[in-house]
């Protein structure tokens, strides 16, 4: 079966750095996806990673091991409007999104 | 702006009543994708249109259909709204699929109340 699998919750404190973990099994891989959701909206795009490495993006940045079925999402100087839900999300062969449930983030003060 | 609109943003319905969401694009996507999301859950995929072919999810009940009259417009009809339907439906959509990325493109999302 398809399996991504993330924390279910983190907490973190103003200014500091997270690091948001994704592991996932899927029928093939065409990228991986991380996505932001505030409560109660939809998800907004952050980031793509297709190749090994890590991509920048302001105080946001993703990782991918594709040999090792792993990703992370690193967030810098952390602000209160950080507190969101982060989704990881899978492309697999069929180019279907295959989501993770989410890490519920939560910026204290 | 280009975007994707939902409407209603909030959409009260009562059991066994049913209920048409309405999902519309000004960006020309070839895909238009219909999740459902639970509190605290991924999104789950019910179907898509890739141009005007449906593709439904084999665990996708029956009640539920879609309709795709043109490319600017997908609707989601719940043909007898349970009270285990009740959750934000996300509409989505996003260019090729074999395009280099394949980003999918959010509405806000209606929140559905089934009583």
């Known amino acids: 079966g398809q399996n991504i699998d993330q924390p279910t919750e983190m907490t973190a404190t103003e200014g500091a750095i997270v690091q948001i973990n994704c592991t996932y099994q899927t029928s093939g891989f065409n990228g991986l996806f991380w996505y932001q959701q505030h409560a109660g909206e939809a998800p907004t795009f952050l980031s793509y990673?297709?190749l090994d490495g890590l991509e920048e993006k302001g105080r946001f940045s993703s990782f991918l091991s594709r040999s090792k079925g792993y990703s992370y999402l690193l967030l810098k100087e952390l602000q209160m409007k950080d507190s969101a839900s982060y989704l990881c999300?899978?492309?697999?062969?069929?180019?279907?999104?295959?989501w993770g449930a989410g890490t519920k983030l939560i910026i204290k003060p | 702006d280009a975007m994707v609109i939902q409407n209603p943003r909030y959409q009260v319905t009562q059991f066994g009543k049913p209920v048409t969401l309405s999902c519309s694009q000004t960006?020309?996507?070839?895909?238009m994708y219909w999740y459902q999301q639970k509190s605290s859950q991924a999104p789950k995929l019910l179907f898509h249109y890739y141009d005007k072919d449906f593709n439904n999810e084999a665990d996708t009940p029956d009640n539920f259909q879609s309709r795709r009259p043109n490319t600017s417009f997908c609707f989601l009809d719940i043909r007898s709204p349970g009270l285990g339907d009740a959750a934000m439906y996300l509409c989505a959509t996003s260019r090729d699929p074999d395009g280099d990325i394949n980003e999918q493109f959010f509405g806000p999302g209606t929140r559905l109340t089934v009583l």
């Open positions: 960006l020309n996507h070839n895909v």
């Open positions: 990673n297709v």
């Open positions: 999300a899978v492309l697999d062969s069929n180019y279907q999104l295959i």
